[in-house]
């Protein structure tokens, strides 16, 4: 077989080109600094696996892939949260050893990456048989109730999402039960128009 059979191509599938946004929908929802081409793939791959067969899957599909984003975007948000409070768990950590003062400061350069200072932390940590875990929990405890609802807003995006996935099952049910009945009355329907033929054919002989 030759080897520029597509079977064989070494070549990784492109993705499908991102389908025209219904206008009705407007923009995607994205902050300034997102990334418009991860949101596009991210429309294609969901657009391409539910594949929409008409304008109220076409929304819905929309409204999974923004509910998708959103949880992406709260989990990263709660990581950013955890690293910006960091510092401030460290300086807790810390200030029983050297002080609330020098604590602050230490705290402070570690968290402008400052090598002498992120050396001298580590080796304070290690001296207390701590690691930067222990940082990070300290840290959790400042903002647990703001990491509590942002785990209450993912859970809900989440549950929206899985909503409208039930949604499409229903509506396609629904729409293959209507499609059948049409295919049943057309074929009686048909069933009947050759009978009367029949009949007229044999009337007439």
């Known amino acids: ?10 070549k990784p599938a492109a993705l499908p080109e991102p389908a025209a946004p ?3 929908l407007g ?5 300034e600094a997102e990334d418009t081409a991860a949101y596009d793939e ?3 791959r969901i657009s391409g696996t539910v594949k929409p067969a008409d304008i109220f899957e076409e929304i819905w599909v929309r409204d999974i892939v923004d509910l998708v984003w959103e949880a992406f975007r709260l989990r990263r948000l709660k990581a950013n949260l955890m690293t910006a409070v960091a510092h401030k768990g460290l300086r807790e950590i810390l200030e029983p050893s050297i002080g609330w003062t020098d604590a602050r400061n230490l705290a402070e350069a570690r968290a402008a990456r400052e090598r002498s200072a992120i050396k001298q ?3 304070l940590l290690a001296s207390a048989g701590l690691t930067m875990d ?4 300290q840290s959790l405890s400042l903002k647990l109730n703001d990491i509590e609802r942002i785990d209450r807003m993912i859970a809900a995006a989440e549950m929206r999402r899985n909503a409208i996935l039930r949604e499409i099952d229903r509506h396609r049910t629904t729409w293959g039960q209507e499609l059948r009945r049409a295919a049943q009355q057309a074929e009686e329907a048909g069933f009947k128009l050759i009978e009367a033929q029949s009949d007229k054919t044999k009337t007439a002989a």
């Open 22 to 24: 219904l206008a009705l």
């Open 121 to 123: 932390a580590d080796e």
């Open 1 to 10: 077989m030759s080897n520029t059979d597509p079977e064989f191509s070494s």
């Open 42 to 44: 991210l429309l294609v």
């Open 134 to 137: 222990a940082v990070m929990a």
């Open 27 to 31: 923009p995607p929802p994205l902050f």
